[in-house]
């Protein structure tokens, strides 16, 4: 049975971790890297890039390098939060299928969120496999706890496109707790303050000799280190506006520039009180080019990022309130997320719970970890761990005059299955229609049952309780990706995975010929004319015939010309270990012929003591 990993799906860098024994292992990506950021981009020559590399070529190729997209998943392009990210980022956004948010290529190829996020997947699951030396299948991959049913849904599908096989999705604070506990063995009440690059939660948990019960969970999914950078790139705007009249806002260029140079100054200042920042040629006008060159203090940043930083105090009291606790209840604050290694972050936290918040968990993987642990606990090999997490949203449908009518409160622990019965509203009336909504809205008796799954998603079934008449059904948003794309796009993903095979073996193969290029032409200049006319002349025309297909022929003929110049090359070995032989016998026999000469015969007279 293969492992099942655990993959932390961040808005700016994603992760994967396995049981490895009885201990959970982050992974290094090829790059060496136990991070990836979540980066895919599309080259000119429409070449898939994941990760590093993506992330590497951004500011050339600012149209086609796409980041954040955790931000669209599962969000209609007319959301509020979807225009407002539309005019900071230099990619196009556009109105999908069913008014869904996707993205679009300088090439006008569309692609939506779940086919992104997939790539990313792929390249965990890639990562996995290397490290394991067998295909894996089986993931449990992390969300936002205050993740709606269309965001879990839209992850769910992303893992399908990825080809894996989804076998629990889990909230990112549960699993944060569950690394937690399982490292420090601790019993008590603890709260999760997971302030990531794109998101915000905040969940109260009890852990009690193996057994994680969540409490409550609260927080904002459109919170977090991409917001921060914001704030620097409006505030670099503005100063370079008003020093030289210039607006970067509409160049794109600039934009990604800004971006990148944002984010490392954010991180700088985690460590140090004052950063430059300093662009050069970042625009250019009639009186000629123009440069940016700025001083950022810490306390100029946390100026402009407080009143985010604030944002997070509102979810920590509803949280706490939820679950019934006092601040002097708490046992443990742990922080997860990039952004809680910034000092401010950490003394506001200070500051609220009136307590250290404990900096013993690396806060970029954590998360991964504990998703591993859960697939561990799912596959038997993690024993006495119990994990009850909560359903994030209250849940309910409309009834007459258009109230909500809740059926299942937020913070129920899940799975959990809830039926209420309902009558008709008019007389004559032949058909029921049930909407129903999750978050903060006679004679014929029909039972309403809800059904939420491990995964937090939704399934809905109405009962006529005369006729017996039933219909059951998982929710769907009126957006998502139906079975028929998720199929076309597993398809499309598989089919990507065998270009992007071929592609690797075609570097492999001409890397593998221009070694014995460079190699046999080092050989051949140091022998000269010792060199047989018929070797020479084979390795040549070996090397001419690879030169000639390696640009344009399939990956069999490349291989076919890099044997032939391999066995060519093989030949000029053969004659050069001949010469060395021919050499070292030479030099044998004048060591013997030398010592031949250096014998002197001698008498000698033995001396009687």
Known sequence: MSKIIGIDLGTTNSCVSVMSGSEPKVLENSEGARTTPSVVAFSNNNEKLVGQVAKRQAVTNPLNTFYGIKRLIGHKFKDKEIQELKQLIPYKIIEGKNGDAWIETSEGKQYSPEQISAFILQKMKETAENFLGTTVKDAVITVPAYFNDAQRQATKDAGTIAGLNVVRIINEPTAAALAYGLEKNKNGTVIVYDLGGGTFDVSVLEINDGVFEVKSTNGITNLGGEDFDQEIIKYLIAEFKKDSGVDLAQDKLALQRLKEAAEKA??????????????????????????????????????????????????????????GITKSEINEVILVGGMTRMPKVIEKVKEFFGKEPHKGVNPDEVVAIGAAVQGGVLQGDVKDVLLLDVTPLSLGIETLGGAFTKLIEKNTTIPTKKSQIFSTAEDNQTAVTIRVFQAP????????????????????????????????????????????EIEKMVKDAESHAEEDRL???????????????????????ELGDKVPGDIKTNIENAIKDFKDSKDNANNDTIKAKVEALSNATMKLGEFMYQQNQNKSDTSDNSTNNTQKDDVVDADFEEVKK
């Open 266 to 323: 954010k991180i700088e200042l985690s460590s140090s009180l004052e950063t430059d920042i300093n662009l050069p040629f970042i625009t250019a006008d009639a009186s000629g080019p123009k440069h940016l060159n700025i001083k950022l203090s810490r306390a100029k940043l946390e100026s402009l990022v407080d009143s985010l930083i604030e944002k997070t105090k509102q979810p920590c009291e509803i949280a706490l309130k939820d679950a």
């Open 441 to 484: 809205r006679g004679i014929p008796q029909i039972e309403v049952t809800f059904d939420i799954d491990a995964n937090g998603i939704v399934n809905v079934s109405a009962k006529d309780k005369a006729t017996g008449k039933e219909h059951q059904i998982q929710i769907q948003s009126s957006g998502g990706l139906s079975k028929e």
């Open 503 to 525: 592609k690797k073996e075609k570097i492999d193969l001409i890397n593998q010929g221009e070694n014995l290029i460079n190699m046999a032409e080092k050989n051949l200049k």
